[in-house]
């Protein structure tokens, strides 16, 4: 990696002194710390010579949605199964609006990836013949709190990769549907960077904090997907052109109450079904796809037979203790929860509730369009993780699978084309500029006319009551996605007048940005499927049923300052390719 770049140097003469400008060129730009993008920096190193460098808003140590560890491998091929049978799965589970070709790549790529993270260190469970302890037909047991850390240090080990922490990516460097770079800053040193690569692979994450989330005031970001994934990665797709995929098809996690941990431990862990207040079993009634399952537990709060629960009294004491040990290792506070009450799973049923949604394609069909390969509409990007749309119930084994499938055609195309991004275009320079300049305007604000805090609040408000949040028990309709948008398209036009004092607080004004620029497509994506495919993840109220004449992928892009509608046939083929 070197400190030279060929980036025009007049752009910033006329520019008021205040950030220190770094430029950095290597061979492969990965935005985003977290599962995939660890990944495919291995695979990068392994089977290249080319230079990485991962840009890390926090650090890779415990970022991404692995930070607080995990207790099972989800998607996994366990013995009697094969990796057709969980394309079958996941497509019925999205009711059909899936790319097969994605999940079967994936797939056949889990029990590898699987095995290569035990070989790093990652504890995974064994019988007594020395086999992986299966939890359901797709799921195996394992010690996952260290999982983050044991990825990170064999990135931080790994040869001609660098990682660079606390470096927040705003913006991609794109040129006649071209990547050559990103631009971003420090979150603690008052430093901007441009960034010149041959390839980049966004690997950020989803997008939380669109909705008013369960818990107010002080616990807000005590929630299901972290806080901290904003959906920089989709904003900076969308400004730059790349089409994207499926928002609609939005993800609420039902989760035990409060705490926001996970239910599939308890349900599959204890086969323990999901009951209303009367003792009624009422899963079957409704469905047992994941949008089922939260809508069937808000029909029966609706009609009147909440609070529900995961039925767990009767389970014997050492079930109790194998949900304690399972929860210490990916969220500490529903253990600590029985443990204050005394009340035990055993003894008292757990309580459930859907979260606010969210937007993540490691769960859903939602994120960037790319083909096979996991490249986007925008040459030389890529994307992959929950950033990658087409994919859904990928979880951290198919994360994992297409930040390799990812490196790996970012190795074949660098080395086809060694000679490719030798010079940048002029107006690029231009580009990396302006976007510098618009960081100095939000530090130079002396007179905010409104914080961040305040803006983020009315976002949420706004997408909760017109958009199908959770005070609205995600219902909406076409008045009120009409009504959204345009109070949406005034919040981003106040966003002209924050400030602020410091890094930290510059990276709160780029995520209420990038936050802003995904409800708007998001808002665009949810009026434009006329149908009711996905209970509660989609819940349009002027058409309540499904419409197969709505059995197409809808894709947005952003062309001319307007998001463009793009409906696509079902690709039922095994490689895909973009043709426009």
């Known amino acids: 990696m070197n400190s030279g770049m060929n980036f025009s140097e007049r752009d910033y003469y006329n520019m008021k002194e205040g950030l220190q400008i770094e430029r950095i060129n290597t061979d492969v730009l990965i935005i985003g710390g977290g599962t995939a993008g660890c990944y495919a920096a291995l695979t990068l190193s392994r089977n290249s010579r080319f230079s990485v460098l991962i840009a890390e808003k926090a650090n890779v140590i415990r970022s991404g949605c692995l930070a607080a560890g995990v207790n099972a491998i989800n998607a996994y091929i366990v013995k009697g199964k094969k990796p057709q049978d969980y394309v079958d799965y996941a497509t019925r589970d999205a009711n059909g609006i899936v790319r097969k070709d994605l999940l079967l790549s994936a797939a056949k790529r889990f029990n590898a990836v699987t095995a290569n993270m035990e070989r790093l260190g990652l504890v995974i469970l064994k019988d007594e013949n020395g086999d992986y302890v299966a939890r359901g037909d797709r799921n195996i047991k394992i010690n996952g709190e260290n999982f983050k850390p044991i990825l990170a240090k064999a990135v931080q080990e790994a040869e001609r990769v660098t990682v660079q922490n606390n470096v927040n990516i705003t913006d991609l460097l794109v040129a006649d549907n071209h990547v050559y770079g990103a631009a971003g800053f420090s979150i603690k040193e008052e430093k901007a960077y441009i960034i010149e690569a041959k390839a980049v692979l966004v690997a950020t994450g989803g997008a939380a904090g669109l909705y008013r989330p369960n818990n107010p005031g002080f616990s807000r970001h005590k929630m299901w997907y972290p806080p901290f994934n904003t959906g920089g990665g989709y904003a900076m797709g969308i400004r730059a052109g790349a089409e994207m995929t499926s928002f609609e098809m939005r993800f609420i996690a039902l989760r035990c109450k409060d705490t926001i941990a996970p239910t599939g431990t308890i349900a599959q862990g204890v086969g323990a079904k999901q009951i209303n207040s009367r003792g009624v079993i009422y899963e079957d009634q ?295």
Request: contains cysteine.
């Open 286 to 580: 409704y469905g047992l796809t994941t949008s089922e399952r939260v809508y069937g537990t808000v029909r029966e709060n609706q009609l009147g037979n909440g609070p529900c629960y995961l039925k767990t009294s009767g389970i014997t004491k050492e079930q109790d203790e194998d949900l304690l040990k399972a929860y210490l290792n990916m969220a500490p506070s529903q253990t600590l929860k029985w443990v204050e009450s005394g009340a035990y799973p055993s003894q008292e049923d757990v309580e459930i509730e859907g979260t606010e949604p969210y937007i993540v394609g490691g769960h859903t069909a939602s994120g960037y369009w790319v083909d096979t390969n996991r490249e986007t509409t925008v040459h030389g990007l890529y994307a992959a993780g929950d950033v990658a749309g087409g994919c859904p119930q990928k979880y951290v084994t198919g994360a994992l699978a297409e930040g390799e499938i990812a490196a790996l055609h970012i190795i074949k195309n660098l080395s086809a084309r060694p000679s490719a991004h030798k010079s940048v275009p002029e107006h690029i320079s231009r580009q990396a500029a302006g976007i510098i300049a618009g960081y100095e305007t939000v530090r130079n604000e002396e007179n905010p006319v409104f914080s961040v805090e305040e803006l983020e609040e009315a976002m949420q408000k706004i997408m909760d009551e017109y958009a199908g949040g959770i005070t609205r028990n995600y219902q909406y309709s076409e008045a009120q996605l009409k009504l959204a948008a345009e109070k949406i398209e005034r919040l981003e036009a106040m966003t002209a007048h924050i400030g602020a004092a410091n890094m930290h607080e510059l990276l709160f004004a780029c995520e209420l940005r990038e936050r802003l620029t995904v409800c708007k497509t998001l808002l665009v994506h949810l009026r434009n499927r006329r149908e009711t495919r996905w209970h509660s993840f989609n819940e349009y109220l002027d058409y309540p049923d499904k419409d197969e004449a709505y059995f197409k992928y809808l894709n947005t892009r952003l062309k001319d300052g307007q998001i463009q509608v793009i409906f696509r046939d079902i690709v039922e083929a095994e490689v895909y390719e973009h043709t426009d």
